[in-house]
C-alpha cells in the first residue's frame, strides 16, 4: 500500500506565499513522476505541474513564472512553492504520483487526499 500526503494549504493574500508539500510513503522504490493538480469549486480538476523523475518540469501556464515544483527522490517528497498569489489559484491542491514501484508491486498512479488554498482578494 503507498500513501500521498500533502501540507502546506492555507489562506494566503493576493501576492503572498504558500509552500505545499507532499511525501509518499509505503516502501517506494522509485517513482517516475510526480506533481500537483488542482480543483477550483465547480471546476473539473487540473494540472499545475509536474516534475519527472530525473527533474524535467511543466507547469500550466497560468503559473509559469509564480510557481516552483521541486523533489527529492530519496526522501520520496514533492513540493510546490506558489509566489504572487491570486485568487483564482483557489482550489484544492492535490497531489499525484505516476509508477511508484515497491519491491512487490506496480502502482501507476496514487492521490492525495487534498489540501486547500485560498488566496484572498
Same mark, same amino acid.
Given at each position: 500500500?503507498?500513501?500521498?500526503?500533502?501540507?502546506?494549504?492555507?489562506?494566503?493574500?493576493?501576492?503572498?506565499?504558500?509552500?505545499?508539500?507532499?511525501?509518499?510513503?509505503? !516502501?517506494? @522504490?522509485?517513482?517516475?513522476?510526480?506533481?500537483? $493538480?488542482?480543483?477550483? /469549486?465547480? &471546476?473539473? *480538476?487540473?494540472?499545475?505541474?509536474?516534475?519527472?523523475?530525473?527533474?524535467?518540469?511543466?507547469?500550466?501556464?497560468?503559473?509559469?513564472?509564480?510557481?516552483?515544483?521541486?523533489?527529492?527522490?530519496?526522501?520520496?517528497?514533492?513540493?510546490?512553492?506558489? !509566489?504572487? @498569489?491570486?485568487?483564482?489559484?483557489?482550489?484544492? $491542491?492535490?497531489?499525484? /504520483?505516476? &509508477?511508484? *514501484?515497491?519491491?512487490?508491486?506496480?502502482?501507476?498512479?496514487?492521490?492525495?487526499?487534498?489540501?486547500?488554498?485560498?488566496?484572498?482578494?
Amino acid at each position: 500500500q503507498v500513501q500521498l500526503v500533502e501540507s502546506g494549504g492555507g489562506l494566503a493574500q493576493a501576492g503572498g506565499s504558500l509552500r505545499l508539500s507532499c511525501v509518499a510513503s509505503g !516502501n517506494i @522504490l522509485s517513482i517516475d513522476a510526480m506533481g500537483w $493538480y488542482r480543483q477550483a /469549486a465547480g &471546476k473539473q *480538476r487540473e494540472l499545475v505541474a509536474t516534475v519527472a523523475n530525473g527533474g524535467l518540469t511543466t507547469y500550466t501556464d497560468s503559473v509559469k513564472g509564480r510557481f516552483t515544483i521541486s523533489r527529492d527522490n530519496a526522501k520520496n517528497t514533492v513540493a510546490l512553492q506558489m !509566489n504572487s @498569489l491570486k485568487p483564482e489559484d483557489t482550489a484544492v $491542491y492535490y497531489c499525484n /504520483a505516476k &509508477k511508484m *514501484r515497491t519491491n512487490i508491486h506496480l502502482f501507476l498512479e496514487a492521490w492525495g487526499r487534498g489540501t486547500q488554498v485560498t488566496v484572498s482578494a
